[in-house]
């Protein structure tokens, strides 16, 4: 479905059909929401509410570095390749300074945390960036979790929801990006 809704606007399809497919935003937000969801059941205790001891007592670097390696030397060979490519072009339009903030967030796999530099060089890896995110926290904040009841679960996901709605309010508000149809508009048409 993510796929499509990136490349549907080469099928030419209704309108109906358009808008329905293109709506992938939402659908890579359920995708991580089931990914913390399976994260969370396989470093629970079934039926308890605790995290596993190998969780608990495994310092949080040991937890994180061996999660982080299983993807990053792919990102650091194709950045690699890709970098010549990536730096000419940059450099070219934006210069020195730009393309060198731009490869210190590439390197570092933390463009998504800067919402108008989310997509630069390599505009997929805005995902490793958030998955980095999510798994440098995991370890600090699953042993407070899995010890809520299901009120303070509700509780707690209604502060997170609202919580992550101010970064997204503030980047629709500050690029007036209401109506943006993501994967269905030219690259152009974003104000970044």
């Known amino acids: 479905y993510i796929m499509c809704g990136h490349f549907i606007s080469f099928a030419a399809p209704s309108a109906f059909v358009f808008k329905l497919v293109t709506q992938i935003n939402v659908v890579v937000g359920a995708f991580f929401t089931l990914s913390g969801y399976v994260a969370a059941y396989t470093t629970t205790e079934i039926a308890e509410k605790k995290a596993k001891d190998k969780v608990v007592s495994t310092p949080p670097p040991q937890f994180i570095i061996p999660r982080i390696f299983g993807y990053w030397p792919l990102h650091l ?56 995110f999510a798994t440098v926290i995991m370890p600090y904040a699953l042993p407070y979790i899995a010890k809520q009841d299901k009120k303070m679960l509700r509780r707690s996901a209604v502060w997170l929801t609202l919580f992550s709605l101010l970064p997204k309010l503030g980047y629709c508000y500050d690029t007036n990006a209401w109506g943006f149809l993501e994967g269905a508009m030219p690259p152009r048409a974003f104000p970044n």
């Open 77 to 132: 060979f194709v950045l690699f390749i890709f970098s010549p490519m990536f730096v000419y072009a940059d450099y070219k339009f934006s210069g020195a300074a730009v393309t060198a903030w731009h490869s210190v967030l590439s390197l570092t796999m933390t463009s998504a945390w800067f919402p108008m530099h989310a997509e630069v060089w390599n505009a997929p890896t805005w995902f490793l960036g958030a998955l980095t």
